[in-house]
């Protein structure tokens, strides 16, 4: 078992930045793929960006590469994404996500966090 805590959104003007964490307990994070997604409303759920657990190799949606970095704080069991030249196309609910596995994509989706609301507007 592991929970997942993302943290770090809020309102933010378009060309801003935030940085979301994704904190885990229960189990050390270092060896699995943590994959986070978005939903807007009234869009299904997309994977954003991935980062392995075997060699912390990293993987992004075309709509969120060269803007968006995800990386990882073994020592704090944490997962980060940070989000540069925001637009109000990335106005979502943000999730973490984990299938306890090393590879990405995250498929299954076995734990997710609560998420977190990040609002792109002027």
């Known amino acids: 078992q592991v929970q997942l805590v993302e943290s770090g959104g809020g309102l933010v003007q378009p060309g801003g930045s935030l940085r979301l964490s994704c904190v885990g307990s229960?189990?050390?994070?270092?060896?699995?793929?943590i994959e986070w997604f978005r939903q807007a409303p009234g869009k299904s759920r997309e994977g954003i960006a991935c980062?392995?657990?075997?060699?912390?190799?990293?993987g992004y949606a075309e709509s969120v590469k060269g803007r968006f970095t995800i990386s990882r704080d073994n020592a704090k069991n944490t997962v980060y994404l940070q989000m540069n030249n925001l637009t109000p196309e990335d106005t979502a609910v943000y999730y973490c996500?984990?299938?306890?596995?090393?590879?990405?994509?995250?498929?299954?989706?076995?734990?997710w966090g609560q998420g977190t609301q990040v609002t792109v507007s002027s």
């Open positions: 980062v392995s657990g075997k060699d912390g190799s990293t």
């Open positions: 229960g189990r050390t994070l270092d060896y699995y793929a």
């Open positions: 996500a984990t299938d306890l596995v090393p590879r990405c994509p995250v498929s299954s989706g076995d734990y």
